[in-house]
């Protein structure tokens, strides 16, 4: 019995934080409910510092690994006379890493917090019940032997993808090599290293302050995906009936991320990583993205128990991706609001590259990492609300001193392009822009009252051609209405669905700005 322990704790997870004691009753408020750090004894501390370093180094040796070869290559290494006593090198080193573990596994044996947490795993894995879960919860872990809590195939059948033969190698390589690293730096595993003490702060505060669940789900190609829960349902407000589905950027995680901003609403909020962030297994490609945001819906209707008219997405940047992926697969959802996001990837990516590369970047883009956000938001029905940042540095093709280079514009202006054409007209088109050009608050305001619009006017043409025909977009309202009238509803309408926050990209969004979208 002593024996099969010491291999569990030998192969177990690494234990970063108790929340609380699994025996330990749940306090009926939320204050005092403070975990502690695991503290490991000598022997596992040092052993597993080593086994760290090694997995750093690993980390360094597969991302430099294809100029490593070329170096080896031309320096005539790479051969079986050079090769043999390599092999016999990284054998030794092996069998060394393996001793190890061992010794690891060993100082785990001896600490008793270390095996109480591996008795309620696999006693959890054995009997997934809700208390054995409940106890589970006490602790942070590495999530890969985390059990599985929900699946996409519990509710729908094994999808499949199609894979087109006719690539280019060149586009290939780009794309899964720096191309998504480039794309997707929170997915590079030094990065992740870098950040893990400020994620176990922030999972730790989810938790023991908000009460938050971790739940692994598995989507249809496989990946797991790691989300974290609030329910504010029972605290008795209104937002709490709503539940925030977040979508982070492309170096956000859940733990310090874009849940904070409704979480402080009040809001019910579920956050979930990106395939190959935190917890998450995978690459994030864009059909890998789109299967964990449908695998993170499925999980909110079927075991969370919220309607889809009760679920809102929120998402930060190019999480505009998967949040207009959502609304388009599940128009029944009850809005989107899209902070400092874009219309499509290919004007950014090709602002970081060489002109030179332009149509490899092209074929790239369009081929393995289409982002196509736009395209997607124009297929849903229900209410929007845009965030553009004045000073973003990030979605801009030129600099963040040009407001009018921020991709959120073009967002806009497709949007209200497809709902209301016969309004978007060359000149609508025209004073939406200037509109967007407004350098500060007080422009802004000036060129609104400069064409006089009438609030209460343009929400009674509106209402009335909705009364009349309740049909979907796109409207024909405007089509019989003076250049006036329609620059009127042109502005009103811009302004509904936009608002300006005075920062750059990556100020956190303050819970006083998260607003509903507009409803008419």
């Known amino acids: 019995m002593a024996v099969w322990t010491w291999l569990r704790c030998v192969l177990g997870p690494h234990l970063q934080r108790i929340h609380r004691s699994p025996d330990q009753s749940r306090p009926d408020g939320r204050s005092g409910r403070r975990g502690w750090n695991y503290q490991p004894r000598s022997l596992e501390k040092h052993t597993d510092s080593i086994l760290g370093w090694a997995s750093a180094l690993w980390s360094l040796s ?14 005539g290494y790479i051969c079986s006379s050079k090769l043999v006593p390599v ?3 990284v054998g030794t080193v092996l069998v060394c890493l393996l001793g190890v573990a061992c010794l690891r596994g060993w100082g785990r044996f001896r600490n008793a917090e270390y095996v109480q947490f591996i008795t309620v795993l696999e006693e959890t894995k054995k009997n997934h019940t809700p208390a054995n879960k409940k106890k589970l919860r006490c602790y942070d872990f590495g999530f890969s032997h985390w059990p599985l809590d929900f699946s996409w195939t519990e509710v729908s059948s094994p999808c499949y993808g199609t894979v087109s033969l006719s690539v ?11 191309g998504r690293r480039m794309l997707y730096p929170g997915s590079v595993g030094l990065l992740q290293k870098a950040m893990r003490p400020m994620l176990q702060q922030g999972q730790a505060k989810l938790i023991e302050e908000f009460d938050g669940q971790r739940n692994k789900l598995v989507a ?18 209104q937002n709490g009936q709503t539940l925030v589905i977040c979508c982070e950027g492309n170096a956000g995680f859940y733990e310090v991320g874009c849940m904070n901003t409704p979480l402080e609403g009040g809001y019910s909020v579920l956050g979930w990583n990106h395939p190959g962030f935190g917890g998450s297994t995978g690459v994030p490609f864009p ?12 999980f909110a209707v079927h075991k969370l128990g919220f309607q889809l008219s009760d679920i809102v997405i929120y998402a930060w ?15 029944e959802l009850q809005s989107i609001v899209l902070d400092a996001s874009f219309d499509d990837l290919l004007p950014l990516a090709l602002k970081v590259m060489p002109n030179s590369w332009r149509p490899l970047v092209q074929h790239t883009v369009r081929q393995y990492m289409n982002l196509n956000n736009a395209e ?12 553009r940042r004045t000073r973003d540095e990030i979605i801009t093709t030129t600099g963040p001193e040009d407001i009018m280079s921020n991709r959120g514009n073009d967002l806009l202006l497709k949007l209200l392009q497809f709902r209301y054409p016969k309004i978007m007209t060359d000149e609508g088109t025209r004073v939406v822009r200037q509109w967007l050009g407004a350098s500060s608050p007080l422009e802004e305001a000036s060129v609104y009252s400069g064409y006089e619009v009438d609030d209460d006017w343009c929400v009674s043409v509106l209402q009335s051609y909705q009364a009349d025909r309740d049909v979907l977009f796109p409207w024909s309202v405007g089509e019989d209405m003076t250049l006036e009238g329609r620059r009127q509803l042109a502005l009103f309408l811009a302004r509904k669905y936009m608002r300006n ?8 969004l303050p819970a006083t700005e998260f607003h509903p979208p507009w409803r008419l």
């Not at 597969?62 to 320096?75: H, I």
């Not at 280019?168 to 720096?178: D, G, L, W």
């Not at 059909?287 to 499925?298: F, G, K, L, S, Y």
């Not at 997607?376 to 965030?387: A, E, R």
Request: charged content about 15%; glycine content about 6%; hydrophobic content about 40%.
């Open 62 to 75: 597969y991302y430099s690994s294809p100029l490593l070869l070329c170096y080896l290559y031309r320096k």
């Open 87 to 89: 092999s016999q090198y």
């Open 168 to 178: 280019f190698v060149s586009s290939f390589v780009i794309a899964h090599t720096f």
């Open 220 to 237: 249809c190609d496989g990946n797991e995906i790691d989300t974290m829960f609030v329910d504010r349902r029972r605290d008795g407000g």
């Open 287 to 298: 059909q890998n993205e789109a299967n964990a945001m449908d695998v993170v819906i499925q």
């Open 317 to 331: 940047s190019i999480g505009g991706f998967t949040a207009s992926w959502a609304v388009m697969s599940y128009p």
């Open 376 to 387: 997607q938001l124009l297929k849903y029905q229900g209410p929007v609300l845009l965030i």
């Open 501 to 508: 926050f005075e920062a750059t990209h990556c100020t956190p």
